[in-house]
Every structure is written in structure tokens, then in C-alpha cells.
Antibody, heavy 119, light 107 residues
Framework: QVQVVQSGAEVKKPGASVKVSCKTS????????IHWVRQAPGQRLEWMGI????????TVAQKFQGRVTLTRDTSTKTVYMELSSLRSEDTGTYYC????????????WGQGTLVAVSS | DIQMTQSPSSLSASVGDRVTFTCRAS??????LNWYQHKPGKAPKLLIY???TLQSGVPSTFSGSGSGTEFTLTISSLQPEDFATYFC?????????FGGGTKVEIK
């Protein structure tokens, strides 16, 4: 069955970077886009970006351009999201999710990775 | 960005009740509207995509309708496992955007 498993919680200081992994299994890795979404405490979900695991091409939300890098490793069927120049407002739960087609929602989500940014 | 507004933000209901939530988009999004169920500490679960298509494995007590800017999610008979937060998402224009959610609590 399809599985999407994310790396564990992180605590970072302001200005640092964090890299979250998203390991997939149970389907053809290169056939489905992977989205990244975050939820800050008390806030709604916020789309960060998308990666096509086939070619590696990405689109990042304007808000995060220059700070977010999405990459993938086809040999391990893993996608990565790196967020740099962390600030306290980046504290939240980060999710990766498989896209069901290009615009039919996200059908399999990771369990979420809590990132806490604190001095 | 397209703004998604859900109402109500919360509601109290009993097992067996029929409940309906509304999601409004700030501009027309055709039928590119999806619904999710989210429970604390768990990953969101896709319930309905493209306004009215039930995701595989989702009970038929869930249904969706709408088009343009106004959409609804209906649970025809609330079950104990349905107490959760429900949020909508538009995937018509990048960036995908989400509603603030409707929390369903036990009356």
C-alpha cells in the first residue's frame, strides 16, 4: 500500500536551516507530484510548493521563494524540503502529500514533521 | 491568491445528525474543490475531490456539491468517527489554498 513517511521533529535556532525528508513507497515514485504544506499553530494550512519527482522540476510559493528548496532522490524514492533563514513564525507542522492527478487534491499525506524555531 | 472561507467555524451535533458545511471561494474556481478530514495528531484525509467525487474508501455518507464560488460538504448521518475538523481546498489556481476549517464536536 502507499506509504509516505516523514522525518522526525526538529528544534532549530533562528537563522538556521531545516531539511525535512519524505520517504515514499508502494507506488511508482515518478508518476505522482509531491506537495509541501505547513500549518502554523492556530493557522490554516499553507501550500509551500510542489516537485515533480520525474524530472525534479519545482514550483515554490512566492512567499517562500529564496528560502525553500525542494529536491528528490529517485534511488530512495524520497523527497526533501529545505527551509532556510528560519524565524519564529516558521514554527509549525510540515506535511508532504502526494498529488492525486495534477489538481484533484492530495490523496496520501505524511504524518507531519513538527519544526520548532526558538532561540 | 484565492481566499477560501468556511462556515461555520465549528458546530455541535449528535450521532445520526445530517450536517452541512459551506466553503466559499473569493473567485470562481470551476469545480476544483476538495474536502479533507483532519483529526489531531493525524495526517489529513482526502474525502472528496473535484467537488463531488468520493475518494476511494470513503463512506457514502459523505457527499459534496457546488460550483463556481460556493460549495458544500454534507454528512448524511454523523458517525462517532466523524467528529473531526473538515477543511476545503481549491486547486484551480496555484498556489493551492485552504479554508480555515469547520470543527465538528459532539453535542
Amino acid at each position: 500500500q502507499v506509504q509516505v513517511v516523514q522525518s522526525g521533529a526538529e528544534v532549530k535556532k533562528p537563522g538556521a536551516s531545516v531539511k525535512v525528508s519524505c520517504k515514499t513507497s508502494g507506488y511508482t515514485f515518478t508518476s505522482y507530484y509531491i506537495h509541501w504544506v505547513r500549518q502554523a499553530p492556530g493557522q490554516r494550512l499553507e501550500w509551500m510548493g510542489i516537485i515533480n519527482p520525474s524530472g525534479g522540476n519545482t514550483t515554490v510559493a512566492q512567499k517562500f521563494q529564496g528560502r525553500v528548496t525542494l529536491t528528490r532522490d529517485t534511488s530512495t524514492k524520497t523527497v526533501y524540503m529545505e527551509l532556510s533563514s528560519l524565524r519564529s513564525e516558521d514554527t509549525g507542522t510540515y506535511y508532504c502529500a502526494r498529488g492525486l492527478g495534477y489538481s484533484n487534491g492530495y490523496d496520501n499525506w505524511g504524518q507531519g514533521t513538527l519544526v520548532a524555531v526558538s532561540s | 491568491d484565492i481566499q477560501m472561507t468556511q462556515s461555520p467555524s465549528s458546530l455541535s451535533a449528535s450521532v445520526g445528525d445530517r450536517v452541512t458545511f459551506t466553503c466559499r471561494a473569493s473567485q470562481r474556481i470551476s469545480t476544483y474543490l476538495n474536502w479533507y478530514q483532519h483529526k489531531p495528531g493525524k495526517a489529513p484525509k482526502l474525502l472528496i475531490y473535484s467537488t463531488s467525487t468520493l475518494q476511494s474508501g470513503v463512506p457514502s455518507t459523505f457527499s459534496g456539491s457546488g460550483s463556481g464560488t460556493e460549495f458544500t460538504l454534507t454528512i448524511s448521518s454523523l458517525q462517532p468517527e466523524d467528529f473531526a475538523t473538515y477543511f476545503c481546498q481549491q486547486t484551480y489556481i496555484t498556489p493551492d489554498t485552504f479554508g480555515g476549517g469547520t470543527k465538528v464536536e459532539i453535542k
